[in-house]
């Protein structure tokens, strides 16, 4: 594990966070003198809101039992942001975050300082409401690091390479759900990303997010100079994908096909041959034991993706694919218009890949088999006679 927790001061009693702390921090007679002023912003508001809260927050849970999930076997930052967002004090964190961006610029320096205080107390903050607001200024780290960034330069970024179940649950909201890192954040938070990678208990959604960290991050690479200290190591990509759950790795495949699919700027052959082969080479490991059916689909789905050179990227992905073993395996990728274009230009290819996902010894009919086996044919007729292709036939449902 990487990093280890710094120590954190108590806050600031004059700017408010230590309302987060179980225990009441200010008199009644400071209450009174937090009523709101004229012009006051949502932001004040809601600060003052967490005075009149302070005794719902004594009630409420304690760090260790809101930690607990980490013992568990799920996802520990969903857990967590599940608890923050329902919190003042992530309520609060998510306030201020608002604060930032395009409009920051345009507020009067007092408001900016202001929130730049609670910002970094509310980072700092030992209390459970320290604890939610981190989680939700982790989500948001995109937004801090553009106007605020030496917040993200110091306590945060301490916390998110903490060896604790928090640094864990931390650095699970990073990398499964914070939106909008760009080159030079990925870059600043390449230890936590990458620890997060290799520790994600996510799924779905929040597991094509932590792979494709990884898979931008890589890309990020091929524009940097060979002696660049923020390049990865050679290995290092793999060796984090081998570390993390099949599942991260198989979300990996559907990334690169993904945007290989979608990105326009050029042809997806040029694309494949000067960007996403180098890419696949660095990340994906070698060895039988690291190759899961879960993957495959996602792998000739990313071969279909790209385009005029499936020639070569089906030779470079096919080592890779585990035939599939399913009742009713789902062959859709191979009926959009970009894999009939590949069958109708390179069909003996698109032939060599049914087999791969579908040759002897695995079980299953397809309804989007007989769609492309038929394509296959009306380009080259010589194929209906190929063994393979009579074999793939039987495996073929036909409704008429």
Not at 51 to 78: E, M, N
Not at 171 to 194: C, D, F, Q, T, Y
Not at 203 to 220: G, S
Not at 368 to 394: C, G, K, M, N, Y
Request: net charge negative; proline share 5%.
């Amino acid at each position: 594990m990487i990093g280890g927790r710094a120590s954190i001061a108590k806050p600031d009693p004059t700017l408010g966070f230590d309302l987060l702390d179980v225990g009441p921090s200010v008199d009644c007679e400071e209450e009174r003198d937090l009523e709101l002023a004229p012009g006051s912003t949502g932001e004040d508001a809601l600060y003052t809101e967490l005075h009149a809260l302070r005794v719902a927050l004594r009630l409420g849970q304690r760090r260790g039992d809101v930690l607990a999930f980490a013992l568990a076997d799920r996802d520990p930052g969903y857990d967590l942001i599940s608890h923050a967002i329902n919190a003042p004090a992530g309520k609060l964190a998510e306030m201020m975050i608002n604060r930032l961006g395009p409009s920051w610029q345009a507020l009067p320096g007092q408001s900016k300082e202001r929130t730049k205080a609670r910002l970094s107390s509310a980072i700092g903050s030992p209390a459970l409401g320290g604890l939610y607001a981190r989680a939700e200024i982790t989500r948001y780290v995109a937004w801090l690091d553009a106007s605020l960034p030496e917040l993200v330069d110091g306590e945060l970024l301490s916390c998110l390479n903490a060896d604790s179940s928090e640094g864990e649950a931390l650095r699970s909201i990073l990398v499964g759900m914070s939106p909008s890192h760009n080159m030079a954040l990925r870059a600043k938070l390449k230890e936590p990303i990458l620890c997060g990678i290799c520790e994600h208990r996510g799924h779905n959604d929040t597991a094509e997010n932590a792979a494709a960290r990884l898979v931008a991050y890589v890309r990020d690479d091929l524009k940097r100079e060979a002696d660049d200290p923020k390049r990865l190591k050679s290995g290092d990509a793999k060796a984090v994908f081998c570390a993390a759950r099949s599942e991260i790795l198989a979300a990996a495949a559907e990334v690169m096909g993904d945007w290989l699919s979608r990105e326009q700027d050029t042809p997806a052959h040029d694309r494949w041959l000067q960007e996403f082969s180098k890419i696949f080479y660095t990340v994906w490991p070698e060895g039988k034991k690291h190759q899961t059916r879960m993957a495959s689909l996602s792998l000739a789905k990313l071969a279909v993706a790209s385009g005029e050179a499936f020639p070569d990227a089906l030779n470079t992905i096919k080592p890779y694919i585990i035939n599939l073993d399913e009742d009713w395996p789902s062959l859709y990728f191979a009926t959009t218009e970009q894999a009939k274009s590949v069958a109708d230009n390179v069909p003996r290819q698109m032939l060599d890949l049914l087999w791969t996902l579908l040759r002897p010894a695995t079980r299953g009919q397809s309804h989007e088999l007989a769609e492309v086996l038929d394509r296959i044919a009306l380009a080259s007729p010589a194929l209906a006679r190929d063994r393979r292709f009579q074999l793939l036939e039987t495996r073929a449902m036909r409704l008429e």
